[in-house]
């Protein structure tokens, strides 16, 4: 079973970083190419979260549905990963489970620590070449964490207060847009980089 221990940084404090970390819909919007299912109500009280991730090779496109449990931990800033999926044609099937750490001060060290096994026609894939993909996207999420981090802490300009007519009705906040679609060939790329890196 292939397993994945993989630290990397996020340029911002751990104070600021965790708090997103625990918002799953937050989370799935840095995964290139993830999707959280419309209704999620009972994902929030047992812990199970299900949605897609879309991944386009050249022409071909693969859409993978499954489901995650998640427990958190904010004493040790530790979420537990338990994850299942199919493909869309159902021919392959894949188990992941983890533990995903917060720490540091001015700036966050995230660590994955984890297994995954696959199997049908990705399974040779999988066990080739499944770690060093793992890595690329990991790197992919940190950089776009980091700009949800920027985002959610940017300075609001001062105004003066001027009195003002009633404001309109609030409305609900919409959800963050998702991150860009995977690219295989992107993918299989890095993970070509992260192969070299590891033979020196």
């Not at 299912?37 to 299900?50: C, F, I, L, S, V």
């Amino acid at each position: 079973m292939p397993s994945v221990t993989e630290t990397t940084t996020i340029p911002s404090p751990a104070d600021k970083v965790w708090p997103l970390l625990r918002d799953p819909v937050l989370v799935a919007s840095c995964i290139p190419g993830a999707t959280l299912a419309p209704d999620q109500g009972d994902g929030q009280k047992d812990g199970m979260w299900r949605g897609s991730v879309r991944v386009k090779f050249g022409p071909t496109v693969a859409v993978f549905r499954g489901e995650a449990s998640l427990a958190f931990d904010d004493t040790t800033r530790t979420c537990t990963i338990e994850g299942r999926g199919i493909d869309g044609r159902g021919a392959s099937r894949a188990l992941a489970s983890g533990t995903v750490k917060v720490s540091g001060t001015d700036i966050t060290a995230l660590a994955v620590d984890g297994s995954f096994s696959v199997s049908g026609p990705l399974e040779t894939f999988a066990n080739a070449g499944g770690v060093h993909v793992a890595r690329a996207l990991l790197q992919e999420f940190s950089a776009n964490m980091a700009k949800k981090v920027a985002e959610q802490t940017a300075e609001v300009p001062h105004v003066e207060a001027t009195p003002l007519a009633a404001p309109p009705p609030a409305t609900a906040p919409s959800p963050p847009p998702p991150a860009a679609e995977i690219s295989g060939f992107g993918l299989l790329w890095r993970a070509f980089l992260f192969w070299l890196r590891g033979k020196r």
